[in-house]
Every structure is written in C-alpha cells, then in structure tokens.
C-alpha cells in the first residue's frame, strides 16, 4: 500500500539543526513532486518547502529561506529537509506530500496543498531552551 513515513523530528535548542526524511512506498516516487508542509497548534497548514520531480527545481517559504534545504534521492524513495538555524516559531507538526503535478514548486501559496494525492503522518519539530 501507499506509504510516506517522516522521520527525524525532536527537541532541538535554538539554532539548533534537524534532517527530516520523507521515505515513500507503494507507488512510482521518482514520477512525485513532494512537499513538505508543517501546522502548529491553533495554526493553519503552511508549505514549507517543494521539489519537482523532473528537474528537482525547489521552493521554500520565505520563513525559511536560506535555513532549509530540500533534496531528494529516488535511488532511496527519500526526500530529505535539512533544517539549520532552528527557531522557536518553527515549532509545529511537519507533513510530506505527494502529487504528479510537477508544477507545484511554482503555485502559490508555496507549494500549494489542495494537489497532494498522498500524505504521511507527520513528525514533531519542537524548539525550545
């Protein structure tokens, strides 16, 4: 059956730095644009972070521009979220997705949301002293 397992979230101190993986099974990956998304408490869903499957051209919310890196590695089934210079408003449950559109590094709001065909259970990011 379809899977797309998270891994890698925690307590980390401010400044601090994660790697969030995305493991899919059960459907053809290296076809999906994946998507990271996140939602923390009383708050709405947000992308965060999206890689095309044809090209692996990316796009990440301003909120983490230049802190975060998506990849992927379809030898693997993996997309990766490395996280550096952690801060406390990043705080929040992280989702990957999965969707044939290939356009989605270009919709907005960043990486869309309504597209995804596949979801996984999500990790928990906490940053905190």
């Known amino acids: 059956q379809v899977q797309l397992v998270e891994s890698g979230g925690g307590l980390v101190q401010p400044g601090g730095s994660l790697r969030l993986s995305c493991a899919a099974s059960?459907?053809?990956?290296?076809?999906?644009?994946i998507g990271w998304f996140r939602q923390a408490p009383g708050k709405e869903r947000e992308g965060v972070s999206c890689?095309?499957?044809?090209?692996?051209?990316?796009n990440y919310a301003d909120s983490v521009k230049g802190r975060f890196t998506i990849s992927r590695d379809n030898s693997k089934n993996t997309v990766f979220l490395q996280m550096n210079t952690l801060r406390p408003e990043d705080t929040a449950v992280y989702y990957c997705?999965?969707?044939?559109?290939?356009?989605?590094?270009?919709?907005?709001?960043?990486?869309?949301?309504?597209?995804?065909?596949?979801w996984g259970q999500g990790t928990q990011v906490t940053v905190s002293s």
């Open positions: 059960g459907f053809n990956f290296v076809y999906y644009a």
């Open positions: 997705a999965a969707t044939l559109d290939d356009f989605i590094t270009t919709y907005h709001p960043v990486c869309g949301g309504n597209e995804y065909d596949y």
């Open positions: 890689i095309s499957s044809s090209d692996g051209s990316t």
